[in-house]
């Protein structure tokens, strides 16, 4: 979800304005994304580097995700959609923590729609944290070294027991993966739109997917059909 900020200022409005825009159109590709049949849904709300921000911007967004989880909730949980937050926990205010395992808990048996809230995430961080607990097991004995392949990695992920992303949909003509869902997206496909977040919408989200059911995914093999 970039280019709120781009947003509001083409309209001489402040970035605050862009951020609560933001959250209507988040509002709005959640509900498509469950009419369309999406399963999961996820979603890059706040970077583990976005606390270099300002500290009133960063002051908004939190207030702005307070409002969302408690206006929003129970809308969510109505409509079959289960909430699964990643990103690191540790150092978050009170608040938040218990807003977000608020959410965990009331929808934990949901399964129309997981919408993940990637909140305080990094890929980076995501995968060393995944190292350092898989570090810990095999010092204290609960880990063979030996036994650590790619599909054990994932089990240390916060991401653990989801599907790979099959497409990454990126806003506001920025061309890059900016920290996000870095092991995860290894085979997504990428489709990058050059309207700012607040003006997404189910028509945007359809024409992303359609451009995604045109790409022809290979996953480093060949294409199908073709011998030797
Ligand atoms: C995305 O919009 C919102 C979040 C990071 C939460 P930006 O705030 O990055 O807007 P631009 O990129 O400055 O326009
Ligand atoms: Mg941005």
Redesign the pocket.
Known sequence: ???????AAARGLP?RE??RR?VEALRNAVRAAGELGIKVLTIY???AE?WTRPAEEIGD?MALLKRFVRNDLAELHGNGVRVRVIGERSGLEPEVLALITEAEQLTRANDKLTLVVAFNYGGRQEIAAAARKIAEAAAAGRLDPASVDVAAFERYLDTAGLPDPDLIIRT?GELRISNFLLWQGAYAEFVFLPM??PDFDRAALESAIDEFRRRERRFGGLKAGTGS
């Open positions: 979800m970039d280019g709120n900020g781009r947003w970035r862009g951020h933001g709300s706040f970077s976005n967004l506001s700012h977040w």
